[in-house]
Structures are given as structure tokens and as C-alpha cells.
């Protein structure tokens, strides 16, 4: 079954400096990993996505995360963090099986952002 | 584009009252869900639909819980009767389909907030 650690429930970093969220992936197959940003009461939104192409996957806003096989790992990454930045991240596998579309979500990192 | 509709958008009800939540998709998308956030986790799917079929609804209580989606369109989730426990954000989300098969980005609803006292 596939499954995802977020291995930081709350980040807090200051404006200008980089911002590094963890994700483990467990997974049977080969994965599809997405990375939603959820806002204070606005819906989820997709940062990235990562599907058996380029390892190092770019999103919105300056995100990116890499793909590494050999650590099972996911993490989000942006070179300077913004104000509006904050909010929460969840890292997310696809589920596999028929016409299942499933998102197994973890359970969120928190980012703060300090002026 | 607009994008995926709730409403409510927060509701308050006692336990074992009967409560509802409308959903209005993406025009032109046929696969909707719906999941649960409950505070301080991340969000489980309770059933998904493709057109007006169930193709995945085995996280769903469906001893309280049902949904529907019968023109294939909007859809409705309803809880009766409540628990405590169901006191969560309720996620709607639709995705296009090709081919038969949702493999696609899905769009996500602001959710509705129930609380159950």
C-alpha cells in the first residue's frame, strides 16, 4: 500500500531564506508524488507534481522537489520564502488500483514565515 | 474557470441531527470526491464518483454517511445522524476524465466546516 510521512509538522523560517519541507514516500510501484498547498480557509492547491519523468520537478510560486528513489524521499524545496508563503504544505501519493484515482495525503507540515 | 463550489461553507449542528453538503464541480469534469480533514490531519477520501457511478466509496461509514450524484453533475454528501467525530472540513474535488480513466490533476472546493456539538 502506498503511504507518505511528512516528517516536520511545523516549519518556521524568516522572509529571504530557503525553505526545505520533508516527505518520505512508501510505495509498491513506481510513484506519482504531488505536493498541495492549503491556504487558511481556501481549498487545496497543487504545487507539483512528480510522474516517472525529470526527477527534479518545478511548481508554482519558485517550489521545486526532487525525486530520489534510492532515499524514498520527496522534499519541497524554494530558494527564498515569501510572506505569503505561508500556509500548510501536504505531501501525497497516488493510489493504484482500477479506475481508483485516490490522493493518500499526509498529515501536513505548517510553514511559518517571520518578517 | 470557475472552479469547484460548496456549500455550506460552515455549519453547527447537535449530535445525532442529520446534516448536508452540496457540491458543484468543474464544468466538464466527470470524476468527483469527496474527502475528510479532520484538524490536524490530511484529508481521506470518502468516495469517488465517475459521471453518476461509485467507483470508490470503501472509506465511507455507510452505516451514517451516503452521497449521490445522480444527473452526473452536482453532488450532495449527507450525514445521518451525526457524531461528534464527524466534526471535520468536508473536501469536494473533481478531476477530467480521458479515456475512461481520472488520472489527472484534481481541483479542489474551499470545503465546508461542520462542527457537531
Known amino acids: 500500500a502506498q503511504s507518505v510521512t511528512q516528517l516536520d509538522s511545523h516549519v518556521s523560517v524568516s522572509e529571504g531564506t530557503p525553505v526545505l519541507l520533508r516527505c518520505n514516500y512508501s510505495?509498491?510501484?513506481?510513484?506519482?508524488l504531488f505536493w498541495y498547498v492549503q491556504h487558511p480557509n481556501k481549498g487545496l492547491q497543487l504545487l507539483l507534481k512528480y510522474t516517472s519523468a525529470a526527477t527534479l520537478v518545478k511548481g508554482i510560486n519558485g517550489f521545486e522537489a526532487e525525486f530520489k528513489k534510492s532515499e524514498t524521499s520527496f522534499h519541497l524545496t524554494k530558494p527564498s520564502a515569501h510572506m505569503s508563503d505561508a500556509a500548510e504544505y501536504f505531501c501525497?501519493?497516488?493510489?493504484?488500483?482500477?479506475?481508483?484515482?485516490?490522493?493518500?495525503f499526509g498529515t501536513g507540515t505548517l510553514l511559518a514565515v517571520q518578517p | 474557470e470557475a472552479g469547484v463550489a460548496q456549500s455550506p461553507r460552515y455549519k453547527i449542528i447537535e449530535k445525532r441531527q442529520s446534516v448536508a453538503f452540496w457540491c458543484n464541480p468543474i464544468s466538464g469534469h466527470a470524476t468527483l470526491y469527496w474527502y475528510q480533514q479532520i484538524l490536524g490531519q490530511g484529508p481521506k477520501l470518502l468516495i469517488q464518483f465517475q459521471n453518476n457511478g461509485v467507483v470508490d466509496d470503501s472509506q465511507l461509514p455507510k452505516d451514517r454517511f451516503s452521497a449521490e450524484r445522480l444527473k452526473g453533475v452536482d453532488s450532495t454528501l449527507k450525514i445521518q445522524p451525526a457524531k461528534l467525530e464527524d466534526s471535520a472540513v468536508y473536501l469536494c474535488?473533481?478531476?477530467?476524465?480521458?479515456?475512461?480513466?481520472?488520472?489527472?490533476?484534481?481541483?479542489f472546493g474551499p470545503g465546508t466546516r461542520l462542527t457537531v456539538l
Open positions: 510505495s509498491s510501484y513506481s510513484p506519482s
Open positions: 474535488a473533481s478531476s477530467f476524465t480521458s479515456g475512461g480513466f481520472s488520472y489527472n490533476e484534481q481541483f
Open positions: 501525497v501519493v497516488r493510489g493504484r488500483g482500477g479506475a481508483t484515482n485516490k490522493l493518500i
